[in-house]
């Protein structure tokens, strides 16, 4: 993993200025750390070492990706994630976490985190991880101009507006990707390991209940009240398919 870090092509935001990190963490010698590792890679970094500090910096600084703290001195990590939201609802945001139970993790993702580390880490992990981030929320080179129709579902990967039925939907960086991956094989059955390996980019630790916890948050937001277009295809995977 770290001679991939080392290796990879250093990200830009699109107007060719250095991507921007925040790394929120109340123990000074770690925010130390991460501050170095990610200045290695040629990224701008800002620290807070509170909930408070952390929402302020999120406001002053505008990062592209959010490293988090779930436990913070004055308050815990899914309630700065919901401030910082109200302000930038698509920022991407990689919790840190001394727990090791999948129940913190799946409520991290649940409050709209889209990935974490268990400490104790490696740098070379979590730079891994914002990368896998980064990369999905279009900091860097964007794609040739592309529109994906399935049905009366379009998306643009360029501007990452996706309707359907005319009527606009919201999505978080990691249901976009998932949506993507979905859109570029309609009608094509995709299994739980196939959509972890495209849109999560590693073996999210053998936690493939990650993936139906995002086919159910696309659910919720693409085929509310109306006729489904995700389909589960028992013991195989999902698809997606034109509302007829």
Known sequence: MTTNAKTAPTLQRLDGSPVRVLVVDDEVNLTELLSMALRYEGWEVRTAGSGLAAVRAAKDFAPDAVVLDMMLPDFDGMEVLRRMRADDPNVPVLFLTAKDAVEDRV??????????VTKPFSLEEVVARLRALLRRTAVSAVEPESVLVVGDLVMDEDSHEVTRGGEAIQLTATEFELLRYLMRNPKRVLSKAQILDRVWHY?????????????????????AGREPMIHTMRGVGYVLKPAH
Not at 108 to 116: C, E, P, S, V
Not at 214 to 223: E, N, P, T
Request: hydrophobic share 35%.
């Open 107 to 116: 409520a991290g993702l649940t409050a709209g985190g889209d990935d974490y």
């Open 203 to 223: 073996d999210f630790g053998g936690q493939a209940n990650v993936v139906e916890l995002y086919i159910s948050y696309l659910r919720k937001k693409i085929d």
